[in-house]
């Protein structure tokens, strides 16, 4: 059974970066799965950010491009979120989530528990 | 993008009834190449992560009661909950997978009546 876990602080002031990790067990992060990032402002619905292949490839929401970078470290099975020049509207539940298919996209069946990011000073 | 609208935005509906939701996209997600429609289904409870009921907008994931049931084709989508249980109280979302960005519905609520 695929488990993933995010972890990264839980606070981060404005105009900083948001870093998160995604940690898998129970599988290996190089299956033909992409791997994701989606969040949701409290009260709110869900935003998917990024996904990458364990080869590195990856593809981005086009709004929020500019700021983000996500990447993979297949030797310690994790996948990593990077949110740069924070504001407020940032804060929410960031969740990673894998890609049900393999070598096809089928929504996303696995997901951490989340984490909850707050942007203030 | 891809809009994804859904509704209604919340509904009640007794134990034992039958919750209609409705998604519509804003575009065609059904691919010519495979003749499947590229949208998902999920459920969330409160301080849940959401998960994954339906898939190629009408095949149920594993472990999935059989009292949910996805259907439709092109952009007008619907999931049904046939006898509606107490722990089928939760906001169900459709999600696209056609093209990217990812997009999701604005969620609809469930609640007992």
């Known amino acids: 059974q695929v488990q993933l876990q995010e972890s990264g602080p839980g606070l981060v002031k404005p105009s900083g970066t948001l870093s998160l990790t995604c940690g898998v067990s129970g599988g290996s992060i190089s299956t033909n799965n992409w791997w994701h990032w989606v969040r949701q402002p409290p009260g709110k619905g869900l935003e998917w950010i990024a996904e990458i292949f364990h080869s590195g490839s990856t593809n981005y929401n086009p709004s929020l491009k500019s700021r983000v970078t996500i990447s993979v470290d297949r030797s310690k099975n994790q996948f990593s979120l990077e949110l740069n020049s924070v504001t407020a509207a940032d804060t929410a539940v960031y969740y990673c989530?894998?890609?049900?298919?393999?070598?096809?996209?089928?929504?996303?069946?696995?997901w951490g528990q989340g984490t909850l990011v707050t942007v203030s000073s | 993008d891809i809009v994804v609208a859904q509704s209604p935005g919340s509904l009640a509906v007794s134990l034992g009834e039958r919750a209609t939701i409705n998604c519509k996209s804003s575009q065609t997600v059904l691919s010519s190449s495979n003749n499947e429609n590229y949208l998902a289904w999920y459920q969330q409870k409160p301080g849940q992560p959401p998960r994954l009921l339906i898939y190629w907008a009408s095949t149920r994931e594993s472990g999935v009661p059989d009292r949910f049931s996805g259907s439709g084709s092109g952009t007008d989508f619907t999931l049904s909950i046939s006898g509606l249980q107490a722990e089928d109280v939760a906001v169900y979302y459709c999600?696209?997978?056609?093209?990217?960005?990812?997009?999701f519905g604005q969620g609809t609520r469930v609640e007992i009546k």
């Open positions: 999600q696209q997978y056609y093209s990217i960005p990812w997009t």
């Open positions: 989530a894998r890609e049900r298919g393999s070598g096809s996209y089928q929504g996303f069946d696995y």
